[in-house]
């Protein structure tokens, strides 16, 4: 039971454009979301979060919106950059609970081209 | 100065084979974890200690045992290595608290022959 989908395997934009990067979640448990950035041969790192509180996180060029209704969630970008070119997982987690028992989904290539 | 550092990053070796994956933060976290990245490229908890205390133990084959000397490491022994455990195995640390976020290192890529 896959609790958290993103279902765009990878994304090609065009440098300067926006993207936006989706997640869906099923679990009505959770309630803070974040996204992770990851290269190759490195592990991921904390891009940013939202709390379930809200519906909007942003963060210089980064941007996370959130759809409870939907369970729905997106991250978007702008303007995208080569160096954003990286795989972005959506993690999803209820708050109060240890970070391990976030629930990953299995993450979105991104490629920025010049 | 690497926050969470795991050795080694590439360990190539035969079935049936006993290996150790270390970890170490230097963060001063209080928890840390093992995760495992399979080849549908799913991030799957294995295991998390808090203060060397074993709080998380997911559905993992007892060929895998954890171990946390102090709250700044935990390594990752696995006995009896088989095909299957071919993956890449990352390290992971985090403070308790509201929004918590997760370090990693940069992995260990394991390939079991």
Known sequence: ??????????LSVQEGRISILNCDYTNSMFDYFLWYKKYPAEGP???????SIKDKNEDGRFTVFLNKSAKHLSLHIVPSQPGDSAVYFCAAA????????????DGTTLTVKP | DTAVSQTPKYLVTQMGNDKSIK???NLGHD????YKQDSKKFLKIMFSYNNKELIINETV??????KSPDKAHLNLHINSLELG???VYFCASSQAGIGEK???????QLSVL
């Open chain 1, 1 to 10: 039971d896959q609790q958290v989908k993103q279902n765009s395997p990878s």
């Open chain 2, 102 to 108: 997760l370090f990693f290192g940069s992995g260990t």
């Open chain 1, 94 to 105: 209820t708050s109060g609970t240890n970070a391990g028992k976030s629930t990953f989904g």
């Open chain 2, 85 to 87: 455990d071919s993956a």
């Open chain 2, 61 to 66: 084959p007892n060929r895998f045992s954890p």
């Open chain 1, 45 to 51: 790192t904390f891009l940013i979060s939202i709390s």
């Open chain 2, 23 to 25: 970890c170490e933060q």
């Open chain 2, 31 to 34: 928890t840390m974890y093992w």
